[in-house]
């Protein structure tokens, strides 16, 4: 079932001027990394530097992805049927919606992106169970007030009701002097008691020296960046309810297979990622 044709419609309307396919893109260097084929020749030499200097950031975005999976399905059993996901990249299977509809089926979900060739693809991400719903949205987590008054949203979510807020991978291109404190804060503002945050987040804790190189390319390619240490992301959690483990490494995150287990464990070091779910009081 496809609910919104005009969003996945919209896509026609993309061209390649709007495309940008000559500067990288965190969401297709993202796509890259997960071993996706919807990445171009800028995107791809961007990445080939990230990994020449931080070679683990390959295991960030697969564990990271894992996580999302993890959480998601955490937050369905809990009973969240609602989810607006920020940042939303390139549909890599399976997306946000298929994880929490195959908890339970009348799940929505509203995917938000500020890269146009999301859009082009935004056909798997509206392909959602007959019993839910899906959409899209073309904007970023620095419009907050657009995202929450767009006509997707508010003919997909109410409002009033639980909403899981999932921001991986995307907090950390937003620089404190864009106020991400602010920005998160007005989007948890305008949802109610039982909603969700959802986080990951890169952090230099572990290898600073690696992850500061990789925050250079970013900013040499246009992306701006900043990773930030546990205590500061735990500083995006503060007034929620944080869920058992806390804020942890994302494979460390209620992982699918215990330690010592046949599947190889990265390293901290590797992974770089702080990860929590918290609920709203």
Not at 123 to 130: G, I, N, R, T
Not at 143 to 164: K, Y
């Amino acid at each position: 079932m496809r609910d919104n044709q005009p969003a996945a419609g919209a896509a026609s309307e993309v061209t390649l001027e709007d495309l940008r396919l000559d500067r990288p893109h965190s969401a297709r260097m993202y796509d890259h990394f997960l071993g996706g084929k919807t990445n171009y020749e800028a995107d791809r030499e961007a990445a080939a530097r990230a990994v020449t200097v931080y070679p683990g950031i390959v295991v960030l975005a697969r564990e990271n992805r894992a996580f999302m999976h993890r959480a998601t399905r955490m937050l369905a059993e809990h009973g969240i049927r609602q989810f607006l996901d920020i940042g939303t990249g390139i549909p890599t299977r399976p997306n946000l919606h298929e994880v929490a509809q195959g908890v339970g089926p009348e799940s929505r979900v509203v995917y938000v992106d500020n890269d146009p060739l999301v859009l082009v693809h935004a056909q798997a991400l509206l392909d959602s169970s007959p019993e839910g719903r899906t959409a899209y949205i073309r904007a970023d987590a620095n419009q907050p007030e657009q995202i929450l008054s767009a006509p997707e949203l508010t003919a997909t979510l109410d409002l009033s009701r639980p909403v899981a807020l999932s921001l991986n991978a995307i907090v950390h291109f937003l620089p404190d002097e864009r106020d991400p404190h602010g920005l998160i804060g007005r989007l948890l503002d305008a949802l109610p008691s039982g909603s969700a945050l959802q986080m990951s987040h890169a952090t230099p804790d572990f290898d600073p020296e690696a992850t500061a190189r990789a925050v250079e390319i970013y900013r040499a390619s246009g992306t701006p960046a900043q990773v930030r240490t546990k205590q500061e992301v735990e500083r995006f959690f503060a007034g929620l309810d944080l869920v058992e483990p806390g804020i942890e490494v994302a494979h460390r995150w209620r992982p699918d297979t215990p330690e010592g287990s046949a599947r190889e464990t990265p390293t901290d070091a590797e992974v770089s990622l702080w990860v929590g779910v918290a609920f709203k009081p």
